[in-house]
């Protein structure tokens, strides 16, 4: 079986990896515009188990990734000038190069061809094939090239962001709030290496207008930004990759196979990365489709009808909470008009997946911070009961 990847992110080189090892006979080509060991962006964050369904069928590419992780326990969010931690949700993050250089490595290693630095612009260029794979991204081709076929839909959140790195770790997965004459910003940031974090900054709409971010090249945004988040990062700098201000694309296809052409990760559907689940999904996509094809060795056809059949509910019901969150978001700068705690509230049950009673049993400090905190209303008593601030 002759099986074309178009994309050598984490979809694309990790189904190079499990299909060539899982798939007898199998022939695997992918195809990258990108140079080798080079990518966009700097860490990816994941809920601390996120990564554990890997163990099933891949321990040692699990125990690759989690060599390379850095971990923590609890969320800071820092808003009108008080830092509330929320305990007990745990993070791990990763730098995404490091991880795309591990899974490149296990492709090599099974016998997988990488072809780097190769625009595709036509799926005629990938030649003969029995599967081909569209895990180019966002802006897949291959989705592109049958969109009607897919019934794609696609919908841009309103706020604007741009990832940068910073030259510093930060001790928790931080989110920072500020509002300042010229607008409402969020950075979310965390370490992926020991010396260097993840920097993402949000801006709705009307700040990014009113500041001008459009009229300013990448290094006067990244300059723009060092200044207005000095305070956080304590005299470290912010650095760029591809850090362009963008618009979060939403997006989902009503079918996910069009004759031979499939579509996973980021190509197939986003989740919005304030959930940090888009990498993880990508890497499931990729094992349920390899357990699909090992199934139905003689039919290409069965094995994606499988595939959907038994991906599409799961994914389905995990857009829906990305979706919250990237809603909630989107509107981060009028859910800042309520007080720090009623906002840190609303942010930790953002995504509707956490009710009161699992709440209080993950996060014991943070619900008693908050109920001190309506019980009195007093900042002081909240203070000592978080023991920090
Ligand atoms: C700002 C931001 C922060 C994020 N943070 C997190 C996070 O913390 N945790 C997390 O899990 N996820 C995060 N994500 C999401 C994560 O990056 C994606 O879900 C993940 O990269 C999806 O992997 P993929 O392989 O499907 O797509 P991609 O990683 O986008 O890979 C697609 C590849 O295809 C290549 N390609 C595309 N078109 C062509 C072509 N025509 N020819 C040749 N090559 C092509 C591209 O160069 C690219 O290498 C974040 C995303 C963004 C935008």
């Avoid at 899982?22 to 060991?37: I, K, L, M, R, S």
């Avoid at 802006?139 to 959140?157: A, C, D, I, W, Y």
Wanted: proline share 3%; glycine share 8%.
């Amino acid at each position: 079986m002759k099986v074309k990847i178009l994309g050598g992110g984490p979809a694309g080189l990790y189904a190079a990896y499990r299909i060539r090892r899982d798939v007898p006979g199998a022939e695997v080509t992918v195809f990258e515009q990108n140079h080798a060991h080079t990518t966009f962006g700097f860490g990816v964050v994941f809920s601390d188990r996120a990564l554990e369904f890997l163990a099933a069928g891949d321990e040692e590419t699990l125990s690759l990734i989690t060599a390379g992780l850095e971990r923590w326990s609890d969320i800071e969010l820092r808003v009108h000038g008080q830092r509330i931690r929320v305990d007990g949700v745990g993070f791990t993050a990763i730098g995404r190069l490091h991880l795309l250089d591990i899974l490149r490595e296990r492709a090599l290693s099974v016998g997988a061809t990488l072809i780097d630095s190769r625009v595709v612009h036509d799926l005629a260029e990938l030649g003969e094939a029995n599967l081909v794979i569209g895990a180019d991204g966002v802006n897949s081709l291959v989705r592109r090239t049958f969109e009607p076929q897919f019934g794609t839909q696609m919908t841009l959140l309103e706020n604007r962001f741009a990832w940068f790195g910073a030259t510093r770790p930060f001790d928790y997965l931080t989110q920072t709030f500020k509002q300042v004459p010229q607008g409402s910003f969020n950075a979310h940031h965390y370490r992926y290496a020991p010396s260097m974090s993840t920097f993402l900054v949000e801006v709705d709409a009307q700040t990014f207008e009113r500041v001008g971010f459009e009229q300013m090249n990448e290094e006067q945004s990244r300059r723009y930004c060092e200044d207005l988040f000095a305070d956080e990062l304590e005299g470290a700098r912010l650095v760029t990759n591809k850090s362009i201000w963008r618009r979060f694309p939403v997006i989902s296809n009503q079918e996910w196979a069009v004759g031979k052409h499939v579509l996973l990760g980021d190509a197939l559907r986003t989740a919005h990365f304030s959930i940090g689940s888009g990498t993880r999904l990508a890497l499931e996509d990729v094992q349920a489709l390899v357990h699909a094809l090992a199934a139905h060795p003689g039919s290409v056809d069965d094995a994606l009808g499988e595939f959907v059949a038994r991906r599409k509910p799961i994914v389905d019901k995990l857009a829906g909470a990305a979706t919250r969150s990237a809603t909630w978001y989107d509107h981060f700068a009028e859910h800042l008009n309520q007080p720090a705690w009623e906002f840190a509230m609303s942010y930790i049950g953002r995504s509707g997946r956490i009710d009161p009673e699992r709440l209080r049993a993950m996060s014991p400090r943070f619900v008693d911070g908050y109920e001190a905190w309506r019980s009195t209303g007093d900042a002081a008593v909240v203070d000592k009961t978080m023991g920090e601030s």
